[in-house]
């Protein structure tokens, strides 16, 4: 069936843990030591241990936090909004303030994530708790250093600000990009539920229609039989014809529980027993079969029996008998054809048609790669040909 709009989104994520933990994991591998030896080269000796080991501490909490991000968004977020607070209001002369330190950039992890994984209001409240966090940062800055230009207190806050905007946005788009992933999926299993629904569907038409239409026949043509054995084998081929048919149809059941047990449908041989199947005394139906048989692929050969299948359900089922119809199977050098023309019989039975059945033949033909084409004159001629692959 249609796949149409179901290739996958580029860049959609595969699982969505994979990101924040892997940015966590290089913020600390790489922006830790950098504020470790700010804190030892600069801060310390210049400002006290007591004031370097309280901005250590809250960094180390901050990539704590980029972890704990990974699982819990929102309770990550309100640790490292507290712990870039408590930074923020630690001034350090000659730095603006302690909400700069490298590990810092931890805080646009976590508004990233909280973009990406939680509702619109709540990212919303995210985003604005990360500005007022940049205008607090530069406030601290001018309260500090009394000495800071009023425009650079402005491009700092301008700055920081635009750097949660940046990261704020990211998540959005990975947000989106994660829901276009999950409707590509959802889709991906609507066509496929489809596609075995039409599949079902056209099976149980093709067993069930052919066998009831064979039945019908051959109940019509025995009623016209004198008691005895000739009425008796001809009640009997009817018989059979519905065990057949509750077989096939039951195998399609079983087919919905547990698909390993089902046997695969009948292939080309099959066709030539379709063909002594439908005969009957008042439908002369006979098979020939020319040309170098050759392997075909498993679609196309289950193509070429389906349409045989129904080919011979509507001569049965369309047209009045007596009849005389011919099934010819012929191996070419590049190509098979199969043929199913009737002589027409005493005229149509109903004006209804083929319908459904070769709607579904010529849909099963074409996805196996051949070509269907129908003749209507006295009868109907339908011809398939499915192409041979160098590998048949």
Do not use: Y
């Not at 976590?110 to 607090?136: H, P």
């Not at 066509?191 to 039409?198: G, K, Q, V």
């Not at 059979?240 to 292939?267: C, F, K, W």
């Not at 007596?322 to 054809?337: G, H, K, M």
């Amino acid at each position: 069936m249609s796949t149409s709009g179901s290739e996958r989104p580029a860049g959609a994520p595969a699982r969505g843990w994979v990101a924040p933990f892997v940015a966590a994991t290089l913020l600390c591998a790489l922006a830790l030591p950098l504020t470790i030896a700010l804190l030892v080269q600069v801060v310390a000796p210049e400002h006290g241990t007591a004031i370097a080991l309280r901005v250590g501490l809250l960094a180390g909490m901050l990539h704590i936090a980029g972890f704990l991000c990974v699982r819990f968004p929102r309770t990550a977020f309100a640790i490292g909004a507290l712990v870039m607070l408590a930074l923020a209001a630690t001034g350090v002369a000659g730095m603006s303030s302690a909400a700069l330190v490298p590990s810092a950039a931890v805080f646009v992890l976590l508004e990233w994530q909280i973009a990406s994984t939680q509702d619109r209001t709540t990212a919303a409240v995210a985003l604005a708790v990360g500005i007022a966090g940049a205008g607090i940062i530069a406030g601290v800055d001018a309260v500090t250093n009394a000495a800071s230009q009023p425009l650079g207190i402005v491009f700092e806050g301008v700055a920081l600000a635009a750097v949660v905007v940046a990261g704020w946005l990211l998540g959005r788009d990975a947000r989106r990009r994660r829901a276009a992933a999950a409707e590509w999926a959802r889709r991906q299993v609507d066509d496929a539920l489809e596609a075995e629904r039409a599949r079902i569907g056209r099976d149980l038409h093709d067993v069930v229609s052919h066998g009831l239409a064979v039945m019908i026949a051959q109940v019509e043509a025995a009623k016209v039989l004198p008691p005895g054995p000739p009425q008796t084998a001809a009640l009997e081929r009817v018989a059979e014809t519905g065990r057949s048919a509750m077989q096939g149809l039951r195998g399609m059941l079983r087919l919905l529980d547990s698909p390993d047990e089902i046997e695969p449908v009948a292939g080309l041989p099959g066709i030539a027993a379709l063909a002594a199947g439908a005969a009957s005394p008042a439908h002369r139906i006979s098979f020939r079969e020319t040309g170098r048989a050759r392997t075909l692929a498993p679609d196309a050969e289950v193509a070429l029996f389906r349409a045989a299948q129904e080919a011979l359900t509507n001569v049965v089922r369309h047209v009045e008998p007596p009849l005389a119809a011919t099934v010819a199977l012929d191996w070419r050098d590049d190509e098979v054809v199969l043929s199913v023309t009737d002589d027409g019989g005493t005229g149509p039975r109903d004006a209804g048609g083929a319908g459904r059945g070769l709607v579904g033949m010529a849909e099963r033909v074409r996805h196996a790669g051949g070509t269907l084409e129908i003749e209507r004159g006295r009868g109907w001629s339908i011809r398939i040909t499915m192409p041979l692959t160098d590998e048949t």
